[in-house]
């Protein structure tokens, strides 16, 4: 009677052998790790950093024109309050990131606050809002619907909405904080998502919440 061990054997050696392609299979399914650079100044950074870079321009420059809605509205002196510490933090960190994209010779990108955007909204054009894909970006819908409001109408929207951007931001900040490898990008990032967090509290206060 032939000895089962040889069997045993092999059966073993293709256990092994279906294990380990199985691993390279799980390797190759997961999400490569974000390409990295360096700039002619020596920095190192990733398609993370830059990537977050792009977002918070686009993103904090939309926070920006919520802020100019809010002036010539009539609102309470908290929610002027908070606008201003939205333009303070997000001018910036909108310096910051656009000083880091030149830096890496990346394109600084296009923004709602831009002069050909802000003349077209001023003719009643109504023109792709970049970076709307973001998240928590109001649409033309929003923003339309704020411009006719006036007093406590138009704080309780403008807080809807501030609150609704600002949990956009720290999902962003949150991505590169995971993700980043540009240790000021990272930094930043922690720093925004803190901001953002204090001052949702203090607009859901606003709102009664």
Known sequence: MPSRAPLLAVAAAVLVLSTGVAG???????EPAPAVHT????????????????DLVQHHALALVLVDLSRAAQVSPDLTAVAAEVL???????QTATGWLAEWDLPVP?????????HAAERGEEVDIPGGELPGMPDHADLAELEELTGPDFEQRWLELMVA?????????????????????????????????????????????
């Open 165 to 209: 951007h600002h949990e956009g931001a720290i999902v962003i900040a949150e991505e590169e904080a995971g993700n980043g490898e540009f240790a000021p990008a990272v930094e930043l990032a922690e720093s925004v998502a803190a901001t953002q967090e204090d001052q949702i509290e203090q607009m859901r206060a606003l709102l009664g919440e």
């Open 110 to 118: 296009e923004t709602i606050r831009d002069h050909a955007n802000a």
């Open 24 to 30: 390279c299979s799980d390797d190759g399914d997961s």
């Open 39 to 54: 700039a002619a100044n020596g920095d190192v950074y990733n398609d993370a950093d830059a990537d977050f870079a792009t």
């Open 88 to 94: 303070d933090a997000g001018s910036v960190e909108i």
